[in-house]
């Protein structure tokens, strides 16, 4: 889901800032991307794993279609 992208994409960013980069993904790149779901991520003004999130997100995405709310929750950056 694109709101969470931002999370990946700063993991992947760190992975390569900090000389962790290859043409192939070893077993610490994979390590690092594993721990994606289980980040900590702010949404409806709580802490809460990003695996979660993302289905409090759908949730409220679910919610809008049948007329339940008006907005999706989506997580806070940091």
């Known amino acids: 889901m694109e ?3 931002p999370y990946v994409d700063k993991v992947v960013f760190d992975m390569v800032i ?3 980069h290859e043409d ?4 610490e ?3 690092l991307l594993l721990k994606i779901p289980a980040m ?3 949404i409806n003004g709580e802490s809460s794993p990003m695996m ?3 289905q ?3 949730a409220s995405l679910a919610r809008c279609y049948g007329g339940e709310q008006r907005t999706v ?3 806070e950056w940091i």
């Open 3 to 5: 709101p969470y992208r």
């Open 18 to 20: 900090k000389g962790k």
């Open 24 to 27: 192939d993904i070893n077993k």
């Open 29 to 31: 790149h994979k390590e």
């Open 40 to 42: 900590d991520v702010i």
């Open 52 to 54: 979660i999130a993302t």
């Open 56 to 58: 409090a997100t759908s």
């Open 73 to 75: 929750s989506y997580p």
